[in-house]
């Protein structure tokens, strides 16, 4: 089913629509970074970059060397640079093939999260670096819709739950929800020696009907909580390197050198 879901969903022009490549989203952010991370610092006269999830192929050529993966085989018609339909759990590449991966609203669609991450690490260059920006903290009343139908699609517990999501969602609790796993996950990274367990809510993702953005996501990442993941591992995060940029994470993109 998340196979042909994908498939089905990106031969359709209300998901995950091809931009201009300006456009996109990532843009800004992503061409800041592969302009601080040129031939000078590579050493090398092409940085060969790898995108996760690369749907469309929007971002194709914001780069000379580009190889794009994603899961959805429908995509392949929009590529005119490499494309390679894979799963970012078993990519087919040799040990150190890439100087830059990133990955732009990818991650909380992968099931199995810390095999994807870890393939990632092996199919990077040492020294190299991974631009992740995944949604974070997806919720968990997505799958249904709940923000976008109406209180005449629920039964009473449904109207209940959709009536008190703003407080749910409001950032006081969400907060006071995130606090104790990013104690815990700081404790174990300073006192423990061995890697940590990469630490996120799974979420029951709906396959059958796309109510709203991130309907379909798998997982409700931290973006701290995964920081801690890869420096556990021996991985520097250089985009917060502070205490309170790292308390203060909520959004955006976190780069790991490897």
């Given at each position: ?31 800041g ?108 009343w ?32 969400r ?44 997982n ?30 909520r ?8």
């Amino acid at each position: 089913m998340y196979e042909e879901f994908y498939d089905k969903q990106y031969s359709r022009d209300q998901y995950a629509r091809t931009l201009k490549m300006e456009q996109h989203a990532f843009y800004k952010v992503l061409r800041g970074y592969i302009s601080k991370y040129d031939e000078k610092y590579f050493g090398k006269e092409k940085v060969k970059c790898l995108e996760i999830g690369s749907g469309r192929g929007a971002l194709q050529d914001i780069v000379e060397d580009y190889t794009g993966v994603d899961y959805a085989s429908t995509v392949e018609p929009y590529y005119h640079k490499k494309f390679v339909n894979a799963s970012a759990t078993k990519l087919p590449f040799k040990d150190g093939t890439f100087d830059l991966i990133w990955s732009y609203a990818v991650l909380e669609h992968i099931p199995d999260l810390e095999l994807a991450l870890e393939e990632m690490l092996r199919v990077v260059c040492g020294g190299g670096h991974l631009i992740l920006s995944p949604a974070w903290h997806c919720r968990p009343w997505a799958a249904e819709g709940y923000q976008v139908r109406p209180y005449s699609d629920f039964k009473l517990k449904g109207k209940i739950y959709k009536f008190f999501i703003p407080v749910l969602d409001s950032l006081p609790l969400r907060a006071l929800g995130q606090l104790p796993p990013r104690i815990a996950a700081w404790i174990k990274l300073k006192f423990r020696k061995r890697p940590l367990k990469l630490q996120y809510k799974k979420l029951r993702a709906n396959y059958e009907r796309f109510w709203q953005s991130d309907s379909d996501a798998c997982n409700a990442l931290d973006p701290l909580l995964m920081i801690y993941w890869f420096e556990s591992r021996g991985y520097n995060c250089v985009s917060h390197t502070t205490f309170l940029s790292r308390l203060l994470i909520r959004h955006g993109e976190i780069d790991i050198q490897c």
